[in-house]
């Protein structure tokens, strides 16, 4: 890199860094930084590839503006019997002092790859994430461009805590979007209709269930991004709740549809979340909508086996998971109400939680195999 290259570079790095941040809240995540590094080194073409280690292919395989062909076949054929790996973590180094002539030349399909591209002028960085995921990034000219210098391999080297940084971060977005798929799998499941509010009332997030439900406008409606119950005292009631303080208890209310249709049961609860978020907009209340003749039946030899339950505490549990007020619970069990709050309070004991909304989320992830 000639010293006004290096010049530009140290120029545009804090938009270099700016943009390898932003890229990974993109719908296609690191794609657009891939560009703007391949323009700050110099680069023809960057491709990133993510993937678990030992891996016959990668997970992600990114290369922006190149053979689409070429990569195919590389990630096919190749990527298993890649010379150019296993590369000290973190650091930059060069295709041809890493990969002896040689050893490449025993390699016949990959020497024949790089005469197919027609050249060996590859940068490579590998960077370790977990224990069992690893980012490997590399930098190609093409062929009869300036070749890659010692300046070229510190600026890439220069980068390398922040791809640390931004590697972390992509991790657990994707863990957080895989776990919120499950999650919402799971509520679809059982039939749960589930709607995420924020402090003002105004609604997130609805799942499948839940905006069939306020479709119909049978008892419950959607009306300018807020929920609206047909019963005037009970909108009063849960506008109450949601103006009310985080620590209160959750409220359950059988609302009643014109139709003639069977009641739904309505679960409202504070989510346990930082306020900042919270004050920022961010989800606040989640209400939980059930119909008690239509709700997937909860087993309650599984729930006991999950949450460590006796078996009257995992039928109380069963039955609020299913949707059912503790009134209808005591009725379906035919004990008292107050036997179904003790059952509830031992429960709480067991398991950690203090609401019953906190309550209604575990027992339903504990049945796909998750842990609160």
């Given at each position: 890199?000639?010293g006004?290259?290096?010049e ?22 690191w794609?657009?930084f891939?560009?703007?590094l ?5 680069a023809?073409?960057?491709t ?15 290369t ?7 990569g ?10 890649d ?6 973590d ?11 002539a ?10 024949a790859f790089?005469?197919?591209?027609g050249?060996d ?17 590399r930098l ?5 461009a300036?070749?890659?210098d010692?300046a ?26 895989t ?12 039939a749960?209709?589930?709607?995420i ?35 005037p ?23 009643a549809?014109?139709?003639g249709a069977?009641d ?5 609860g504070?989510?346990?979340g930082p ?7 961010g989800p ?5 909508i059930t ?6 039946h ?14 009257a505490e ?7 998971a ?6 209808d619970?005591?009725?379906?069990l ?5 036997t179904?709050?003790a059952?509830?309070?031992?429960i709480f ?6 609401r019953q ?11 796909i195999?998750?842990?609160?």
């Amino acid at each position: 890199m000639s010293g006004r290259s290096a010049e530009l570079f140290d120029q545009d790095l804090p938009q270099l860094l700016a943009q390898l941040f932003a890229s990974l809240l993109d719908d296609e995540p690191w794609s657009a930084f891939l560009d703007s590094l391949a323009e700050a080194v110099g680069a023809n073409w960057v491709t990133l590839m993510l993937a678990p280690k030992e891996a016959g292919r990668p997970g992600l395989f990114l290369t922006p503006g190149g053979d689409f062909a070429l990569g195919a076949d590389y990630q096919s054929r190749l990527f298993a019997i890649d010379p150019f790996t296993g590369l000290p973590d973190g650091q930059v180094c060069h295709f041809r002092d890493f990969v002896p002539a040689d050893v490449l030349a025993q390699n016949e399909a990959y020497h024949a790859f790089i005469k197919q591209i027609g050249t060996d002028e590859t940068l490579g960085l590998d960077i370790s994430g977990t224990a069992r995921l690893q980012l490997r990034l590399r930098l190609t000219k093409a062929p009869g461009a300036e070749k890659f210098d010692a300046a070229d391999a510190g600026r890439l080297q220069s980068i390398v805590p922040h791809m640390r940084v931004a590697l972390a971060i992509f991790e657990r977005l994707a863990a957080v979007e895989t776990e919120q798929f499950i999650y919402a799998s799971a509520a679809a499941q059982i039939a749960v209709g589930t709607v995420i509010l924020d402090r003002g009332g105004n609604v997130l997030r609805i799942n499948a269930p839940a905006a069939a439900l306020l479709e119909k406008k049978d008892g419950i409606a959607l009306r300018r991004n807020a929920v609206l119950l047909g019963s005037p005292g009970q909108q009063r009631q849960l506008q109450a709740f949601l103006a009310g303080p985080p620590d209160h208890n959750q409220i359950t209310l059988r609302i009643a549809r014109p139709s003639g249709a069977p009641d739904f049961l309505l679960v409202a609860g504070h989510v346990a979340g930082p306020n900042y978020i919270v004050a920022a907009g961010g989800p606040a209340v989640v209400l939980f909508i059930t119909s008690p003749a239509a709700a997937s039946h909860i087993p309650v030899d599984a729930v006991r086996e999950r949450l460590g339950l006796t078996q009257a505490e995992a039928a109380v549990a069963a039955h609020l998971a299913e949707g059912l007020s503790l009134t209808d619970t005591a009725a379906r069990l035919g004990v008292s109400r107050n036997t179904v709050r003790a059952h509830l309070r031992a429960i709480f004991a067991k398991t950690g939680m203090q609401r019953q909304a906190q309550l209604v989320h575990l027992v339903h992830r504990s049945l796909i195999g998750l842990t609160a």
